[in-house]
């Protein structure tokens, strides 16, 4: 095998406006592009983009990393993945750090074999996929404007951000989105582990009348959701609970949740997510592969792992139009509220 190098180019990405969410207000998205190039030229390319907040390393931790990181591949082209697997071992605590140099190896192999992603991983993609559309926490004029936007560009998925400080106002946000909505458009919210078990009962017993499709993340860990399962109407899907196997074949195990939001970038990049998603459909549970407002590069790896699940349900693959500048211009545009791969 050629001798492969290794570089990271830092990249920052400014969004046009703030994007709030009950734990966090991003402005910005800091990263690396992962580069790998081999003596003959062939190249591969991956996206580390930290967000602390919501559960990967920090963007030092992974600029330490990188700095003393000493690249010695070994890959078994015969046992791909488990062999990809034991080279990404030591960043098993970095998932942000693993999901680009992961990115980065795909890639490079899908062009060195000529090989397709998709047959590299023995899994069968999707053509289009469908995506929500993703409100944050903002004012009742904004909200308005962007439901309009939503809706008139075909979205029949809307993902509300809940976790205000006052719940009437979350409760008048998704009052107002399935008056204006109507019936035919699901509304799934968020509250980024805002509320206690008990304010999380509370508020989601209220809102049960306006058929909400899931609430993602209602409060902060595995232990807290056993205190509200079976105590609403409402399914509930956990995100932040899920950074590993482990976490998610306990909420499998014990039933905690009927949907499993998956983020590439915060679950160490495809394999790890793919993993977690084969197990969910085992057991009849519902997946979501959502990004982490990473770069173009990043998106790409997400849109990929939703087409191999190819399960008819939309994903949170749309905030490419949140930066004033992305690292290349987005190859993977929605249109009506989808994204065709071709």
């Known amino acids: 095998m050629n001798k492969i190098s290794l570089k990271y180019v830092p990249y920052s990405l400014k969004l046009k406006s703030p994007f709030l969410t009950a734990k966090s207000k991003i402005t910005v998205r800091k990263g690396f592009v992962i580069s790998l190039c081999d003596d003959s030229g062939v190249k591969g390319f991956g996206d580390t983009a930290p967000l602390p907040d919501f559960g990967s390393e920090s963007y030092d931790e992974a600029l330490k990393f990188f700095y003393n990181f000493k690249f ?38 899908s062009v060195k074999t000529k ?37 008139v560009s075909g979205y029949t998925t809307l993902k509300v951000k809940v976790g205000r400080d006052d ?12 008056s204006k909505a109507g019936d035919n458009v699901k509304i ?12 999380a009962v509370k508020n989601l017993k209220s809102l049960e009348k306006f058929n909400i499709e899931y ?40 039933k905690l949740a009927q949907v499993l939001i998956l983020k590439p970038m915060m679950l160490g990049g495809i394999l790890n997510t793919l993993r977690i998603a084969d197990l969910a459909k085992k057991n009849k549970l519902k997946v979501i592969i959502t990004t982490s407002f990473e770069s173009a590069l990043g998106r790409s790896f997400a849109i990929l ?16 139009g949140y ?17 065709s791969l071709g």
């Open 215 to 254: 609430c993602e993340q209602p409060v902060k860990n595995i232990s807290h959701f056993i205190k509200i399962q079976n105590k609403t109407k409402i399914p509930l899907a956990a995100d932040e609970s899920i950074r590993s196997l482990q976490d998610a074949q306990k909420i499998i195990e014990e």
């Open 188 to 199: 799934r919210i968020d509250a980024n582990c805002k509320w206690t078990p008990a304010k």
């Open 115 to 151: 090989i397709p992603l998709n047959e590299l991983l023995n899994r069968k993609a999707a053509k289009d996929i469908k995506v929500n559309g993703i409100i944050g926490i903002t004012t009742r004029s904004k909200l308005i404007v962007k439901v309009e936007e939503f809706l």
């Open 305 to 320: 792992a939703a087409s191999f699940l190819d399960n008819g349900l939309a994903h949170g693959l749309g905030t490419a």
């Open 167 to 178: 719940f009437k106002n979350d409760f008048e946000a998704i009052e107002y989105i399935r």
């Open 323 to 339: 930066f004033q500048k992305d690292i290349f211009e987005d190859p993977y545009p929605v249109k009506n509220g989808i994204i």
């Open 72 to 109: 010695n591949l070994k890959i078994n082209l015969d046992d791909f993945e488990n062999s990809l697997d034991q080279n990404l071992q030591q960043m098993k605590k970095l998932p942000a750090t693993r999901h680009g140099l992961e990115q980065a190896l795909l890639n490079y192999f």
